[in-house]
């Protein structure tokens, strides 16, 4: 469980009465009240959909002492507010820049430079405004504050603070353009809400008990979002350590939400309109600078976009291409003073942007599992229907059963079931009924979904039968290669989206479709379209049934069922079979040092090595408390051992990126190999013999590979 998600409600209250009490008698007045419910209750009702870390939360994963906390700059504070402030002007603005000599140099120098066009010298900031602009002066001076006071390092670190920097720079200014274009009330809160986002990642690189730079090396290796990847190694995500302190700090609470929430969902708070609408512009802007090459940090892994985003912003209204060249134009700007390089070539980017946004709703489905069945599965009103033939879970068992049982009630010569392949825009025969005896192969025909497909677009558009006659080129082509004169099409649907298409023709007889057979047909294919949903609603829950609640592996009793099978193709000699049994050395001290937080840390991580290490056809699983199976299929022992051995280094290696993390522990496992032989006689055998070898492993010495 990541701290993000342990809200420990017991402790807050007890927390919240003490503090509270305090709070009235005057001792905590001036202070933040950072122990109440996790929350600062002196900002407001915002401030109360934030779940903010403990400071025993912080101590875990940054290196401080029990009295040291990070200082925010005081002219960067009084910017943001200025930021925030409807009513500030240039007279604020130019008191504030012209106190720090180093910051109102480079704002001068910047409205002096060549890029803008200037022609004569300016020595004020009051002065650059006129020419700048006061929004672009604003811009300028926390741009330049933010990169001098926290992001600029004069020390080589893995992380790369100047490509850090640029990703920042790219969320505030597509912030601000969304913002813009969406019409929300402060464009300049969403750019300062931009350019700070990925606070929490400039303190991991600070202070981060696991180098933040080993970190990001590590993370190459793994194909899951980032900020999954840090809650686990790093012990917490940088939405929760840049919201912590930015609350600390007393910065403006919209910035603290939004940094909390630029990763999670949110649509469970209670935020007003506008509050949702700002998380979701910066959201949207962070997705679309990973997609456009400009992460934080050198490699391709866009983030997932929160299906909230969608709700709050229509994606199809947003003129990408005229955001993009802004985008451009200030970039190019931006990037002769920092020395920064861009993409370009814009119309390529947009192409590429609306692409990543369709995959984004794609992916938004399997991260977020719940958004999967938005209405619950519909159970038919029709006590029962024409042929009833949907008694099985099985979707090729149900297929095959409708077209028998229209066959039978209908007496059609064929019947096929037709879906449609996205990436080749066509229509393909997956299953047929022929009791023609034609012999043909209904599986070879292709129709290509275009503007001469006629009938068979309108079906899939429309969501109603078709008689498909030869109205259109594409009508006829498809007619000529099926052999016959006309065919009777109709889309069986599961919550409005078509799942496929049912075809039915005469070929032999060339008995006329009469109208009225259409209308019974479609309402057999609305209880297919139900009985495949519930198939594939059952076949999810099975799946989900068969995994570890905690690591995402397969449970115990699905590794129990796959090894029954394994080993009875052992028996039968087809199938080379060997177990490996991991265990985490030392499991206990993890917990009883640092809690069972720590202690659930640290067998996700081992989860995904292990995944990340093992094949497609292997099965990987937790069979009881720190202990994991992987049932090696089609390897003998000594692949098993190498693959053992693998295992035990990487996670070894795990162990030193953590060791600031859990000091005084060592993350290393132990594991132990055994393969079938003829005298092993159940796989209860196969197992007793893996874990004996495990044990032996342990014995002679934790952090060992046995064979048994």
């Known amino acids: 469980m990541s701290v993000a998600e342990n809200k420990r409600p017991l402790a807050y209250l007890t927390g919240f009465m003490l503090n509270f009490k305090k709070f009235l008698t005057g001792k905590y007045f001036n202070r933040n009240m950072m122990d109440c419910f996790g929350v600062t209750i002196i900002k407001g009702n915002l401030m109360l959909n934030l779940m903010l870390p403990l400071e025993s939360d912080i101590k875990r994963v940054l290196n401080l002492e029990i009295k040291e906390i990070p200082s925010f700059p005081p002219v960067m504070a009084k910017l943001l507010k200025i930021f925030s402030d409807a009513d500030a002007d240039m007279e604020d603005l130019s008191k504030l820049v012209e106190t720090d000599p180093g910051i109102s140099t480079r704002v001068l120098g910047l409205a002096n430079a060549s890029l803008y066009g200037l022609n004569k010298k300016i ?24 990169f001098e006071k926290m992001v600029k390092s004069k020390s080589r670190t893995p992380f790369d603070r100047r490509f850090f920097w640029r990703h920042c720079l790219c969320v505030a200014t597509l912030s601000m353009a969304i913002a813009e274009g969406l019409g ?25 008990r696991v180098n933040y730079g080993d970190f990001i090396a590590t993370v190459t290796k793994h194909t899951g979002p980032l900020i999954t990847e840090e809650r686990e190694l790093m012990g917490m995500g940088h939405d929760d350590l840049g919201a912590y302190y930015s609350s600390l700090w007393d910065l403006p609470a919209p910035l603290a939400l939004t940094i909390s929430h630029h990763h999670r969902r949110y649509g469970h708070l ?86 990543n946004l369709q995959l984004c709703t794609i992916n938004t489905t399997y991260y977020y599992p719940e958004t999967r069945q938005a209405k619950p599965v519909e159970v038919s009103k029709i006590k029962e229907s024409i042929t009833s033939p949907h008694r099985s879970l099985d979707p090729k068992a149900i297929i095959t059963a409708t077209l028998k049982a229209i066959y039978k009630d209908f007496k059609f010569n064929r019947l096929y079931v037709m879906k449609v392949v996205k990436n080749l825009r066509s229509l393909k025969v997956i299953e047929f009924f022929d009791a023609s005896d034609t012999g043909m192969d209904l599986k070879s025909i292709e129709i290509s979904i275009d503007k001469t497909a006629g009938g068979f677009v309108d079906c899939l558009r429309d969501k109603v039968p078709v008689m498909i006659t030869g109205r259109t ?14 065919m009777v099409i109709v889309p069986f649907c599961s919550h409005n989206k078509v799942m496929g298409i049912l075809g039915m023709d005469n070929i032999a007889s060339e008995k006329a479709i009469l109208p009225d057979v259409v209308s019974s047909i479609a309402i057999v294919a609305n209880e297919l379209g139900i009985a495949m949903e519930n198939a594939i609603t059952y076949k999810e829950a099975k799946a989900i049934s068969l995994k570890d609640g905690l690591t995402g592996l397969l449970n115990r009793l699905a590794i129990d069922e796959l090894l029954a099978k394994s ?34 840390n640290i ?8 995944k990340k290490l093992s094949r497609p056809f ?32 990487e996670i070894e290696q795990l162990g030193r990126l953590l060791a600031n993390r859990f000091p005084g522990l060592s993350l290393t496992v132990s594991a ?5 032989q003829t005298h092993i006689k159940t796989r209860d055998d196969l197992i007793k013999t893996a874990d004996t070898a495990l044990y032996q492993a342990k014995e002679t010495g934790r952090n060992k590979v046995a064979s048994g």
């Open 603 to 610: 067998l996700k991580l081992i989860a995904t090595t292990l």
């Open 184 to 208: 929300y009330p402060n464009p300049g809160e969403a750019y300062t809400c931009g350019l700070l986002h990925d606070l929490g990642k400039i303190l991991f690189d600070l202070q981060g």
């Open 672 to 676: 132990g190999v055994s393969e079938y």
């Open 123 to 146: 020595t004020a900031v009051s002065e650059a405004a006129i020419h700048l602009g006061f929004d672009e002066v604003k811009k300028i001076s926390l741009g330049i504050t933010v």
């Open 567 to 600: 080993f009875r193709k052992a028996v039968e000699g087809k199938n080379k079979l060997c177990l490996v049994m991991v265990d985490v050395d030392y499991f206990k001290k993890f917990n009883d040092t640092f809690g069972h937080q720590a202690g659930d």
């Open 270 to 355: 209670d935020l007003s309109q506008k509050e949702a609408l700002l998380i979701s512009i910066v959201s949207l802007a962070n997705f679309l600078s990973w997609t456009q090459g400009m992460g934080s940090i050198d490699i391709i892994r866009p983030p997932i976009l929160q299906p909230e985003v969608e709700k709050n912003i229509d994606l199809t209204t947003i003129d990408f291409k005229k955001i993009i060249h802004r985008l451009d134009r200030e970039m190019e700007n931006t990037s002769r003073f920092y020395g920064f390089t861009f993409p370009s070539a814009s119309q390529f980017r947009e192409n590429l942007l609306r692409a």
């Open 618 to 649: 292997d099965h990987v699983g937790r069979y009881g408390g720190e202990e994991f199976i992987i049932i090696l299929n089609n390897t003998n022992l000594s692949n098993a051992l190498v693959y053992a051995e693998r295992i035990r280094r």
């Open 473 to 486: 080129s594409g009508e006829q082509k498809t007619l000529m290669e099926f052999n016959i004169k006309e």
